[in-house]
């Protein structure tokens, strides 16, 4: 099989579960691969070794965005391009197919793709609730594209050039338990609440840009506490989130509401404690 000329960089901490998926999905398809690990205690570095892949130990670890940009300062990257992938993530084969005809023509002033996310939770593809397609910038040009410096939702952006959309899939399928998806997302939101306290930052485009203006423009205006209430009747009945079945009950309740009461109610205990 001849490498599609890309280097994938996918930063890891204890993901034994998910790793082995991703890596044999791009493995002898991707050109190189790079692990950057935070220290991990459990078998990601092991299972990596089992693929090829070349596993950078950085445990000065902040956040995801300044993980990810100092991989792209100090790794020895050889391809023209990058992907960018979670360690719970893999791509459709039809995404592979259209990525490796793609970069072998790319038209002048494109520096970067977007791709279409599609999640899965509990085993179970999470289609309604406004939640699929969600399009992420993750393949772009070396040298032409960095993540956003903030400590939750990140995103690439482009120094310079334009982005087009890829067609095909890629996966978003966790294997960790509940229990760790709910100690993930209340570190999440711990985060989130320090972001929106910061004041949210613009310069993004596409649907992540469009759903960052909306955040501002409309959910920040709202009341805290109720805005959550309202977002995720908005998500299961007028999204038709309900659609998705029992998974989809649990996960449009605790991602689209309990998470976002949850950083409320962090924004909440913080203000009172200025206020003293």
């Known amino acids: 099989m001849i490498k599609t000329p890309l280097s994938v960089i996918i930063l890891t901490y204890n993901e034994e579960l998910n790793i082995e998926a991703c890596l044999k999905n791009i493995f002898g398809w991707a050109g190189e691969i790079f692990i950057v690990d935070n220290g991990s205690t459990d078998k990601t570095a092991e299972i990596a070794k089992n693929y090829e892949a070349r596993i950078i ?44 005809e793609t970069l072998k023509s790319v038209p002048k002033g494109i520096n970067g793709y977007y791709m279409k996310r599609r999640g899965y939770f509990m085993g179970k593809w999470i289609r309604h609730g406004g ?109 038709l989130g309900f659609l998705d079945g029992k998974e989809g009950l649990i996960f449009h309740f605790l991602q689209g509401f309990w998470h976002q009461f949850l950083i409320d109610a962090k924004i909440y205990e913080k203000l009172k404690i200025e206020e003293k």
Not at 62 to 71: G, L, M
């Open 131 to 239: 939640y699929y397609p969600t399009w992420i910038l993750r393949l772009f040009r070396y040298g032409k594209g960095r993540s956003e410096d903030r400590e939750m939702d990140e995103h690439i952006i482009l120094s310079e050039g334009k982005a087009e959309r890829l067609k095909n899939d890629f996966i978003d399928d966790n294997k960790k338990n509940l229990e760790s998806w709910i100690f993930k997302h209340n570190n999440f939101s711990t985060r989130e609440a320090r972001e929106r306290l910061r004041g949210e930052s613009a310069g993004i485009g596409g649907q992540a840009g469009r759903k960052r203006w909306l955040k501002q423009n409309l959910y920040f205006r709202l009341p805290l506490f109720f805005r959550s209430f309202l977002y995720f009747i908005y998500r299961y009945f007028f999204r």
């Open 57 to 100: 130990e950085h445990e000065d670890y902040k956040n995801q965005a300044q993980q990810f940009n100092w991989a792209l300062d100090n790794l020895k990257i050889k391809n023209e391009w990058i992907l960018r992938l979670d360690a719970d993530e893999y791509l459709t084969e039809e995404l592979k197919n259209e990525i490796a």
